[in-house]
T-cell receptor, first 112, second 117 residues
Framework: GESVGLHLPTLSVQEGDNSIINCAYSNSASDYFIWYKQESGKGPQFIIDIRSNMDKRQGQRVTVLLNKTVKHLSLQIAATQPGDSAVYFCAESTSGNTPLVFGKGTRLSVIA | ETGVTQTPRHLVMGMTNKKSLKCEQHLGHNAMYWYKQSAKKPLELMFVYNFKEQTENNSVPSRFSPECPNSSHLFLHLHTLQPEDSALYLC????????????????FGEGSRLTVL
């Protein structure tokens, strides 16, 4: 069936380095993608989104890249900080009908 | 503060108990959701309400019963649960363009951690 998943369950980076979290999706009809961050004991929080008519979008220290050809999504975090330690989820939806479908998540650990 | 408040934050119940989870959103949104988050599994959509009408029920067992009395409040009534129902239950809301039928960004509460003994 259609699904959204993540390549790696865990990622460790040194403080100050850049982080890249990847996500693959299988539904070619998906046209809206979101990255969420979930800290321990909290609900998921919106980070950044992108629609399929774009291939890149930048926020504050974060960039989302979308490659529709290979159905791949990535989240880049610049100058990773200890406060970035969390589980990151990608989610997708298809215009017209579907609520967000979430991937399993990648746990990012920042090493001071 | 996300604008979505869930109570209780933690709940322990026996398999024969009846309890309810409550969610309130202060964002003026027109859609509310229940998601289940279990360890090592993706967030699972349980129910969706648009303008108080249930629009999604993802094959959720009848021991989970949602209620949406108005666009700001959402309940999840629990009865005769099983230990495998232990999970974090997340409520979310969003502002949907029903004419366009597009679902967008969700605002989540902190969740209710449920343990079924």
């Amino acid at each position: 069936g259609e699904s959204v998943g993540l390549h790696l369950p865990t990622l460790s980076v040194q403080e100050g380095d850049n982080s890249i979290i990847n996500c693959a999706y299988s539904n070619s009809a998906s046209d809206y993608f979101i990255w969420y961050k979930q800290e321990s004991g909290k609900g998921p929080q919106f980070i950044i989104d992108i629609r399929s008519n774009m291939d890149k979008r930048q926020g504050q220290r974060v960039t989302v890249l979308l490659n529709k050809t290979v159905k791949h999504l990535s989240l880049q975090i610049a100058a990773t900080q200890p406060g970035d330690s969390a589980v990151y989820f990608c989610a997708e939806s298809t215009s017209g009908n579907t609520p967000l479908v979430f991937g399993k998540g990648t746990r990012l650990s920042v090493i001071a | 503060e996300t604008g979505v408040t869930q109570t209780p934050r933690h709940l322990v119940m026996g398999m024969t108990n009846k309890k309810s989870l409550k969610c309130e959103q202060h964002l003026g949104h027109n859609a509310m959701y229940w998601y289940k988050q279990s360890a090592k599994k993706p967030l699972e959509l349980m129910f969706v309400y648009n303008f108080k009408e249930q629009t999604e029920n993802n094959s959720v067992p009848s021991r989970f019963s949602p209620e949406c009395p108005n666009s700001s409040h959402l309940f999840l009534h629990l009865h005769t649960l099983q230990p495998e129902d232990s999970a974090l239950y997340l409520c979310a809301s969003s502002q949907e363009d029903l004419r366009g039928g597009r679902y967008g960004e969700l605002f989540f509460g902190e969740g209710s951690r449920l343990t079924v003994l």
